[in-house]
């Protein structure tokens, strides 16, 4: 399946935004789906992930009450709505699928990402 990533841009801090990742094929419900980003000169961190049927998520404590991961599987598209953005949340964001269908947070057990989108906020 091939992903693509949108919505990111330049925010003030404390301003918003929200992600969307576009799935090609509609085998998009099979997979469960995670965001992560990467900050320059970081490692890839993981963001938040969702499972194929919706019930579960799992956020990084730096991102809870803050980042909502959600899903519309009839459209085949994942989001992230991002609230109180801080300086520090800047970084390209990927989405990727993970088959079997439950959410993980480690990088390694997704098998098919998307390209990235920049998102910048600005302090």
């Known amino acids: 399946v091939q992903l693509q990533a949108s919505g990111g841009g330049l925010v003030q801090a404390g301003g918003s935004l929200r992600l969307s990742c576009a799935a090609s094929?509609?085998?998009?419900?099979?997979?469960?789906m995670g965001w992560f980003r990467q900050a320059p000169g970081k490692e890839r961190e993981f963001v938040a992930a969702?499972?194929?049927?919706?019930?579960?998520?799992t956020y990084a404590d730096s991102v809870k009450g803050r980042f909502t991961i959600f899903r519309d599987n009839v459209n085949n598209t994942l989001y992230l709505q991002m609230n109180s953005l801080q300086p520090d949340d800047t970084a390209v964001y990927y989405c990727?699928?993970?088959?079997?269908?439950?959410?993980?947070?480690?990088?390694?057990?997704?098998?098919?990402w998307g390209q990235g989108t920049l998102v910048t906020v600005s302090s």
């Open positions: 094929r509609r085998t998009f419900s099979w997979y469960a």
């Open positions: 990727a699928t993970r088959d079997p269908g439950s959410p993980a947070t480690i990088s390694g057990s997704y098998n098919n």
């Open positions: 969702i499972s194929r049927n919706r019930i579960t998520t």
